[in-house]
């Protein structure tokens, strides 16, 4: 697993990053994230802990999947599913997931995982964490050979780390949300898109709050855009990411 910080990059184990107030691992040796076992680390009434992590995962996985809402990705923490903003950790998938047949289905689809990762690597607050692997789970499924090997020379996670270290700290605003499209601005400077949806979206967004005028660099496509004017139609294509940058001239 990797372990995003403000200015550096620091490799650390899963086990250790989701510890209990005990003290304890979370998620001890031959202990896996399955439905039965996440409400025994579910936080008492009045204490939040780490555990509540666990739940956000699948927070993130349903409203990603085929038939869940981007509206739930809004606010998380109402849902009791997650912690507070300044503490949660996110993740996308872990070494649970593809290693385990039972666990399997819990897979996002490819492209879902690619935008679930612009989710968790352009919000705010919190830790997002980046599963790597080197196929190990290729032998018994050949499908995955080359899915999560050596993530991090990815140009898009690297775009996206880039974005969430620029935009670190920077106050988050949802602009528009759906079923299918959820965009939010990130500071005066930051605009996160995404599109689970096959059709192409045009979103009418409110540029109050951010640069304007401006130009925009989407640094997962390298497109560029000029933002002006009170409202904006945002193009999204389907099955797509975004997220601009202000250029800083």
Known sequence: MTYLSENKEERVYFEAVLRSESGESMFAENTYLAPDNLQQFAPPA??????????QFHTIREA?????????????????NALPWYRSLTFVVNHDVPYNGGFRSWLLDPQDEHLAYAYILGKDGGVPLVFSDHNES???????????????????ILNMIH????????????LYESDTVLVFRRGDVGIV???????????????????NPGIYQDLIHKHQMQLSGNN???YIPPR??????????
Request: charged share 25%; hydrophobic share 40%; glycine share 6%.
């Open 46 to 55: 009045g204490r939040a802990t780490q555990a509540a992590t666990a739940l």
């Open 64 to 80: 990603f999947s085929l038939s869940g809402s981007l509206k739930r990705l809004t606010h998380p923490e109402i849902e009791d």
């Open 138 to 156: 290729a032998k018994q499924y050949p499908e995955d050979k080359g899915r999560w090997a050596n993530i991090l020379e990815r140009t898009d």
């Open 163 to 174: 974005f969430h270290n620029t935009v670190h700290g920077k106050p988050m605003a949802i």
């Open 193 to 211: 898109a995404i599109n689970k949806s096959a059709s192409e979206q045009w979103i009418e967004i409110n540029t109050w709050g951010l640069k």
């Open 232 to 234: 904006f139609s945002l």
């Open 240 to 249: 797509t990411a975004q997220m601009w940058l202000a250029d800083e001239t």
